[in-house]
């Protein structure tokens, strides 16, 4: 089963948690000092906010899979569509072992398509300051974004 992801990047953690917890009616499932998630059912999203992004707002967006196979038919989708995908494979990000794919939307959004294996007691395997929230790869835009498709014209 597929579950939506937002990741949005904020300031004051705390003061972002009493409001999401009052909008969704729940508490996160998981807190850590720059961190939380929502799994949500109704609506069925992974929600998570950070403090760890250079920019405040909507950091990416994604599709969450419980199934290898169902990541794989994912990502055979995106490719038969004609789609630039950055694999990245096993990563740690957001205090979770997933195996991960990017994809760069037409407005330049990233969004990750990914299954979690387990969860980490790291946010990440990077020892950078400067990343993303969610591990978001700095590759060169080229490298993630979407081609043109020839197929039903558009991307």
């Given at each position: 089963m597929k579950r939506f992801h937002i990741h949005?990047?904020?300031?004051?953690?705390?003061e972002a948690i009493r409001f999401y917890s009052a909008l969704f009616g729940a508490a996160p499932v998981k807190t850590k000092p720059d961190y939380a998630k929502w799994m949500l059912e109704?609506?069925?999203?992974?929600?998570?906010?950070?403090?760890?992004?250079k920019m405040k707002g909507v950091d990416h967006l994604g599709i969450q899979v419980a199934e290898e196979s169902e990541l794989n038919e994912l990502r055979s989708r995106l490719e038969r569509a004609d789609m630039k995908?950055?694999?990245?494979?096993?990563?740690?990000?957001?205090?979770?072992?997933?195996?991960?794919?990017?994809?760069?939307?037409p407005a330049g959004i990233p969004w990750e398509a990914y299954r979690t294996m387990e969860d980490a007691q790291f946010f990440s395997d990077s020892t950078g300051s400067t990343e993303s929230a969610c591990c978001t790869p700095d590759a060169p835009v080229e490298l993630i974004s979407l081609k043109p498709s020839a197929k039903k014209g558009g991307y």
């Open positions: 949005i990047a904020l300031e004051k953690l705390e109704d609506p069925r999203v992974n929600f998570a906010i950070s403090t760890r992004a995908v950055l694999e990245e494979g096993t990563t740690t990000c957001c205090y979770a072992q997933s195996d991960k794919s990017w994809i760069q939307d």
